[in-house]
C-alpha cells in the first residue's frame, strides 16, 4: 500500500533540482550556506499594502516594509503540511511543515508553466514563497524526502490567483529576498534615497553603492553548497558576495523604497547568474536592470559591473531568465 505513496522525482523536479546546482557551482553565480534560513516568520505582517500607483510618491509605491504572514483565513494541505493561501493578492503563499522527513520541497508551477522549487527547512515555520507567475491557475505540489531521491506527494492542489496588481510579488520579503523590519539595509537604502527627487535617482544611488562597495567572493563561489538564501546585511557589512548576494541586496533595498524589483535567475551567455529587473514610473519594466550615463539607461547587472568596473559591456551579454522571484 505504501508503494502508491512513494514516487521517484519527477523529471522537472530534477531538472529545477539540478538548476539549483548549477546555480551553486557554475561561473559567476556559485552559492554557499548562508547564515540565514530563508524562513519569515508568520507573524509579519504587511506594513502598508499597496494597491495602486500612487500619483504623490517619487516611486511606483511609497516606501514600506512589505512582510508576508500566514493569516489562517484560507488554507489548503494535509496533517503534514500547511499551505496558507490567505493574502494570493498580495502576491504570495507561505507553507509550513509539520512532519518529521529530513527535506521538503514545494514545486509551484504557474499559469506560464514554469515551476518553481522551495525548500522548507524548519519545521512549524512558515516559508514564503512568491507568485511569480501573475494571475491565473497554480498548481501547488509538497513532497518530503524518504530516502536518497524518494520523496512522496503529501499535497498537490490547484489555487486560483488575481493579484491586486503585477507588482505584488516584487516588493514583498520572500524565500530569497528576504528581509525583515530590523534589517539593516533598508536603513542604508533609506540613505541613499534620501534628497532624491525620483526613482531614478534612487536606482542609481542604490546601484553605485552595491557596485562600489561589493567585491566578488572567488573563495565562496567555489566552497558554496545548496540550497542558498542571501543574507543581505551580511553581504552589506563584509562587502563581498557572490551574484546572488548582489542581487537580493538591491532588490531588499529598491523594494523597500516602493520600487518593484525582480530577482532573476537564469544564464548570462552560458553561465549560470542571477540579475535584477527594476520598475520604474516613467520608463516601466527595465529588463536585466539599468545603468545611467547621465543621459539613457541601458542593460547591465550589479555583479558584472562590480567585477569587470569600467570595462563592463552589458551589450556583450545574453541573458536568458528562466526564473523570477
Known amino acids: 500500500m505504501f508503494l502508491s505513496y512513494v514516487i521517484k522525482c519527477t523529471s522537472i523536479f530534477k531538472y529545477i533540482l539540478s538548476a539549483l546546482v548549477f546555480l551553486c557551482i557554475l561561473g559567476m553565480c556559485g552559492c554557499g550556506k548562508g547564515t540565514d534560513s530563508g524562513q519569515v516568520p508568520s507573524a509579519g505582517a504587511a506594513s502598508g499594502g499597496p494597491g495602486s500607483l500612487p500619483s504623490d510618491s517619487i516611486t511606483a509605491f511609497g516606501p514600506a516594509i512589505l512582510l508576508p504572514s500566514a493569516d489562517g483565513k484560507e488554507t489548503i494541505g494535509s496533517d503534514e503540511v500547511t499551505v496558507d493561501v490567505s493574502n494570493t493578492a498580495q502576491g504570495y503563499i507561505m507553507a509550513a511543515y509539520h512532519g518529521s522527513a529530513p527535506q521538503v520541497n514545494v514545486q509551484v508551477t504557474g499559469p506560464d508553466g514554469v515551476t518553481y522549487l522551495y525548500f522548507i527547512s524548519e519545521k512549524d515555520t512558515y516559508t514564503a514563497m512568491p507568485l511569480s507567475s501573475g494571475d491565473g491557475s497554480y498548481l501547488i505540489d509538497v513532497y518530503e524526502q524518504l530516502e536518497g531521491d524518494m520523496y512522496g506527494n503529501i499535497l498537490s492542489d490547484v489555487i486560483d490567483v488575481t493579484l491586486d496588481n503585477e507588482f505584488m510579488p516584487f516588493l514583498y520579503s520572500n524565500q530569497f529576498v528576504y528581509f525583515t523590519k530590523d534589517t539593516r539595509a533598508i536603513q542604508k537604502g533609506d540613505e541613499l534615497a534620501a534628497g532624491c527627487t525620483d526613482d531614478l535617482d534612487i536606482t542609481a544611488n542604490i546601484y553605485n553603492f552595491v557596485v562600489g562597495n561589493t ?111
Request: charged share 20%.
Open 215 to 325: 567585491q566578488y567572493d572567488y573563495d565562496k563561489a567555489a566552497a558554496v553548497t545548496s540550497p542558498y538564501y542571501p543574507d543581505v546585511d551580511e553581504t552589506m557589512d563584509t562587502g563581498k558576495g557572490i551574484c546572488f548576494d548582489y542581487s537580493a541586496l538591491m532588490c531588499t533595498m529598491l523594494r523597500t523604497q516602493g520600487i518593484p524589483c525582480k530577482l532573476n535567475i537564469g544564464y548570462a551567455g552560458d553561465v549560470y547568474h542571477a540579475w535584477i529587473s527594476v520598475y520604474l514610473k516613467s520608463v516601466g519594466w527595465v529588463d536585466n536592470l539599468i545603468q545611467f550615463d547621465g543621459k539613457n539607461w541601458s542593460m547591465m547587472d550589479p555583479t558584472m559591473a562590480s567585477t569587470d568596473g569600467d570595462s563592463y559591456d552589458p551589450s556583450k551579454e545574453q541573458y536568458t531568465v528562466m526564473f523570477q522571484r
